[in-house]
């Protein structure tokens, strides 16, 4: 965490424009730490989502990309090689273009998988239109949602405590947070799913 914070108080603007946008972690690392590096009144609030979220939608375009034009010979050689049958494929393309917008959107906020939704999207084509506006949509959401809270956080309790790591403690504990959201709704969804249906 204080490297990033260290880039970021550093490099200003531009280290939230590029750390959103190489950031593969599929955590709102980046705009948590820019938020809390904000409240300190390095950088505007305001400035820090926008950049976040032009750079989240670059990284997110470069996966598309990357998925529509080289994920299709891919996937056939690994379909190949470890015997997967084409209609577990099949579903996953349908279920991707028929669940497009909680995919993307919504997808945004789960931990880890979230940056290969895109690529995902990529290789089963879906219309690009779509995909850019999900793809604005889900990233000005994540950045809001994690953003404002690291900033008013940071800037309301760094100053009562002052604290200089203060901004690091913050960081930490919305990714944590960010965890823990993800990992129960992923396990509330395998038990419904493992529940046996009525009669």
């Not at 049958?85 to 919504?106: C, L, Q, T």
Request: charged residues 15%; positive net charge.
């Amino acid at each position: 965490m204080t490297i990033f914070q260290n880039y970021i108080e550093q490099y200003g603007n531009l280290a939230v424009l590029i750390g959103s946008a190489i950031d593969h972690t599929g955590t709102p690392t980046v705009i948590i730490i820019a938020g809390t590096v904000a409240s300190t009144g390095l950088l505007s609030i305001k400035t820090v989502i926008v950049l976040a979220t032009i750079g989240g939608f670059i990284g997110d375009l470069l996966f598309y990309i990357a998925g529509r034009f080289l994920g299709r010979p891919l996937i056939g050689n690994y379909q190949r090689k470890l015997r997967i049958d084409s209609d577990y494929v099949n579903k996953a393309e349908e279920m991707i273009n028929r669940y497009s917008f909680s995919i993307v959107v919504w997808g945004r906020f789960m931990a880890v998988v979230s940056r290969y939704i895109p690529l995902a999207c990529g290789i089963v084509k879906m219309r690009f239109g779509y995909f850019v506006f999900f793809s604005l949509l889900g990233n000005t959401l994540i950045n809001l949602v994690y953003g404002i809270p690291a900033y008013y956080l940071g800037e309301r309790l760094s100053v009562r405590l002052n604290n200089e790591w203060f901004a690091m403690y913050v960081s930490i504990f919305i990714v944590l947070i960010h965890f823990g959201i993800t990992g129960a709704y992923m396990l509330g969804k395998a038990r419904r799913n493992s529940t046996p249906s009525p009669g």
